[in-house]
């Protein structure tokens, strides 16, 4: 079976600072990674996602997370944080090769502060 | 084009009464999945459609829960006899083949009294 972890249930910064949203994984096979973003009342988004290829994958709004297959990881970076990335975000794996669940790690809301 | 749609938005029942729950998944996605959001547990997996077969249903938590899809469109997740455990976010995902990326619909909140 496959578990998350998302380290940090709440992180908190000032806007322009920079923020590491750490998800470690567990998986006796290989996974896809996925982030998944939650606005206030709003459902899940697809931010990024690593299927394989390059381990550095980014999103259009300047996220990026890089697969870490020795440290099982896949931690979620932004240079700069705005105001508006204050949202709930979920680091999900999925089972390599089929239709298969997402298995969601709890969450960490990211407030970001003027 | 359209996304994943979810009706009601909200729901709002009585215990012990059946409530019925409705996906429409993004046209010509052949995979569709349920999923609870609830404060407690997280984002759980409820059961998993390819198809108008259900060939994972190893999240649904109890035999009052139940789920078809119908002509590989439209979903029904029907709970029997609620329960004040059963108030949580409901979130259907849809999907298509080869396997990439669920998108996930607005979700049902519902509450039970």
């Known amino acids: 079976a496959q578990s998350v972890t998302q380290l940090d249930s709440q992180v908190s910064v000032f806007e322009e600072a920079p923020v590491e949203l750490r998800c470690n994984y567990s998986?006796?096979?290989?996974?896809?990674l996925f982030w998944y973003v939650q606005y206030p009342n709003q459902g899940l988004q697809l931010l990024l996602k690593?299927?394989?290829?390059?381990?550095l994958v980014e999103s259009i709004n300047g996220f990026e997370a890089e697969f870490n297959k020795s440290q099982t990881s896949f931690h979620l970076r932004k240079p700069s944080v705005h105001i508006s990335d204050t949202a709930e975000y979920f680091c999900?794996?999925?089972?390599?090769?089929?239709?298969?669940?997402?298995?969601f790690g709890k969450g960490t809301l990211l407030t970001v502060n003027p | 084009g359209a996304g994943v749609s979810q009706s009601p938005s909200n729901k709002v029942t009585e215990k012990g009464k059946d409530v019925e729950l409705r996906c429409d998944p993004i046209s010509g996605h052949t995979a569709l999945y349920w999923y609870r959001q609830s404060l407690g547990q997280g984002l759980e997996f409820l059961i998993y459609f390819q198809g108008n077969s259900a060939p994972d249903k190893s999240g649904l938590p109890s035999d009052r829960f139940s789920a078809e899809r119908t002509g590989g469109s439209v979903s029904t997740l029907t709970i029997q006899r609620t329960q004040q455990e059963d108030s949580a976010v409901y979130l259907c995902a849809s999907g298509s083949s080869p396997p990439d990326t669920q998108y996930f619909g607005p979700g049902t909140r519902l509450t039970v009294l």
């Open positions: 998986s006796s096979v290989s996974v896809y």
């Open positions: 690593y299927l394989s290829g390059s381990t």
């Open positions: 999900a794996v999925r089972i390599k090769g089929s239709n298969y669940k997402l298995t």
